[in-house]
C-alpha cells in the first residue's frame, strides 16, 4: 500500500511536466504566424521556429540521457525546468532588439529543457505501475498534457497575436515579453518544488526489476530490435505530422477559400484541435484497458488519412472542420507506438526510450518539407506530406511493431 501511495504522488508530480512542456510546446503554434507577422516571412522560415524546437531533441536527447545516468532523474527534472526558464527569459533580448536568429536561440535553449523532461518522465510513467496498463497511463498523462495545449493557443491568442496586425515592428515584437517572463517564473518555481520532493528511484520500481529479466539474448544493442527502430521512424512521423497540421492551421484557415479568418481568430480554432487530442486522450485511456493498443492505432491512422483527404480536397469550413478533427485521431498515437516499440527491450529499455525521443526531430523536419512545398505548391495540396506521414503509422500499426519480436514466456 505504501509504494502505491508513493507511485500515485509521483504519478501527480510527473504529470505536471507533461503539462509544463505541452503548453511551451503548443505556444509554437501561435509563434509561427507570429514571426510571419513580425518579420514578413514566408512559410518556409516561419517553420524554422519548429525547426530549431524539435531539432533539439535529436541534438540534446542523448546528453539528456548521459546526465540523467550521471545525475539520477530528480535532479535531471530540475535542470531541465531551469533550462526551460532560462529559454523563455531569452525572449526579452530577442524582443528588444528584434532580431530573428536570437528568437530561435531561445527556443533551442527551451527546448533543450524540454528534452531533458521527455527522457526522464516518458519512460518513468510507463514502468509507475504494472506493465500492462503502461500505454493506459502515458494516454491518461497525455491527456493532462493536452489540457495544456488547449489552454495555450487561447493564451497565446489573446496575449500575443491580439492587435498586433499593422502594428510597428518594435510594438508586435514586445506582445511576447510579459508572457515568456511569466512562464519562466512558473517554471523555476516548479523546479523548486522538484528540489524539495521525495521521487522512488526508477532503478528500484518493481516493473523495471521485471523488465530487465526479459530475455535478450544474442542482442547487443537497441540496433537489434527491428520493431524498436520501425517504431523511432513510427514517432518521427507521428510528430511530424502533428506538428505540421497545427503549425499551419492559423494560415490554412486564414485561406479564402477555406474560412477566411484573420490569425487572431484562427489561432482560437487550435484550441478545437487540442481539445480533439484532449478528449481522445481520455477516452483511449478506457479503451485501452479492453483493446489492443496497435489495434486502436490502426483505426486513428485511418480516420487521420480520410480526414485528410477530405481537407485537401474540398473546401469552406468541410476542408477546415477536416483539418481539425484529425487532433481527435493523434490523441492515443504518442503512447500507443511508444509502449509498443519498448516492449520487451528488457535491459535496453532506457536506451530505447532515449531513442525514442530523438525521433521527435520529425515536429522539426516535417513542418520545414511542409513550408517549402507551400510556398510553391499552395498550402492546402501541401498537407499531401502529412498523409504519407500517417500511412507509415498504419503500417508501424498492422505490420511494423512486430518485425523482429522474440516472443517471451
Known amino acids: 500500500m505504501t509504494n502505491k501511495n508513493n507511485y500515485q504522488t509521483a504519478f501527480f508530480f510527473l504529470v505536471s511536466l ?3 512542456w505541452a503548453f511551451l510546446t503548443a505556444l509554437n503554434d501561435i509563434l509561427v504566424p507570429y514571426v510571419k507577422e513580425l518579420f514578413d516571412f514566408g512559410y518556409t522560415e516561419a517553420a524554422l521556429v519548429q525547426f530549431c524546437f524539435f531539432g533539439a531533441f535529436f541534438l540534446m536527447g542523448y546528453p539528456a540521457s548521459v546526465v540523467l545516468d550521471r545525475f539520477g532523474y530528480k535532479t535531471g527534472i530540475v535542470i531541465g525546468l531551469s ?4 529559454g523563455a527569459l531569452l525572449f526579452y533580448p530577442a524582443s528588444v532588439v528584434v532580431y530573428y536568429p536570437l528568437f530561435l536561440g531561445a527556443l533551442f535553449v527551451l ?6 523532461l521527455q527522457v526522464a518522465a516518458n519512460p518513468y510513467v510507463a514502468v509507475l505501475g504494472a506493465p500492462e496498463t503502461a500505454a493506459s497511463r502515458l494516454n491518461l498523462a497525455q491527456g493532462v498534457n493536452s489540457i495544456a495545449k488547449v489552454l495555450a493557443p487561447l493564451f497565446g491568442s489573446a496575449l500575443i497575436l491580439s492587435g498586433i496586425e499593422g502594428l510597428p515592428q518594435e510594438q508586435q515584437a514586445e506582445a511576447v515579453q510579459m508572457p515568456y517572463i511569466g512562464l519562466a517564473v512558473a517554471l523555476f518555481a516548479l523546479a523548486g518544488v522538484f528540489a524539495f520532493i521525495n521521487l522512488p528511484n526508477i532503478r528500484d520500481l518493481d516493473s523495471v526489476k521485471e523488465s530487465n529479466k526479459v530475455n535478450v539474448a544474442g542482442k547487443n544493442s537497441i540496433f537489434d530490435f527491428p520493431y524498436l527502430l520501425l517504431g523511432a521512424v513510427a514517432i518521427f ?21 477555406i474560412a477566411g479568418l484573420n490569425s487572431e481568430s484562427a489561432s482560437k480554432y487550435l484550441s478545437f ?9 481520455f477516452i483511449g485511456a478506457a479503451i485501452l484497458q479492453k483493446m489492443k493498443s496497435h489495434t486502436l492505432l490502426a483505426i486513428m491512422a485511418v480516420a487521420a488519412i480520410l480526414f485528410l483527404l477530405t ?9 477546415g ?8 485521431c493523434n490523441s492515443i498515437m504518442w503512447s500507443n507506438i511508444f509502449t509498443l516499440a519498448i516492449d520487451g527491450l528488457g535491459k535496453f529499455t532506457s536506451k530505447g526510450s532515449g531513442l525514442l525521443v530523438m525521433a521527435i526531430v520529425g515536429g522539426a523536419i516535417v513542418p520545414l518539407i511542409h513550408g517549402f512545398l507551400a510556398d510553391r505548391i499552395g498550402l492546402q495540396t501541401s498537407y499531401l506530406v ?3 506521414c500517417y500511412l507509415y503509422i498504419l503500417f508501424y500499426a498492422m505490420k511494423g511493431y512486430q518485425i523482429g519480436k522474440t516472443k517471451t514466456a
Open 18 to 20: 507533461f503539462f509544463m
Open 83 to 86: 533550462l526551460m526558464g532560462i
Open 111 to 116: 527546448a533543450t529543457g524540454v528534452t531533458m
Open 237 to 257: 512521423m507521428y510528430v511530424g505530422a502533428e506538428v505540421t497540421i497545427a503549425s499551419f492551421m492559423v494560415s490554412f484557415l486564414g485561406e479564402e477559400n
Open 273 to 281: 484541435y487540442w481539445g480533439g487530442l484532449m478528449v481522445g486522450r
Open 311 to 319: 481537407g485537401v480536397t474540398m473546401s469552406g469550413w468541410v476542408a
Open 321 to 328: 472542420w477536416a483539418i481539425i478533427l484529425i487532433g481527435f
Open 386 to 388: 502529412a498523409i504519407v
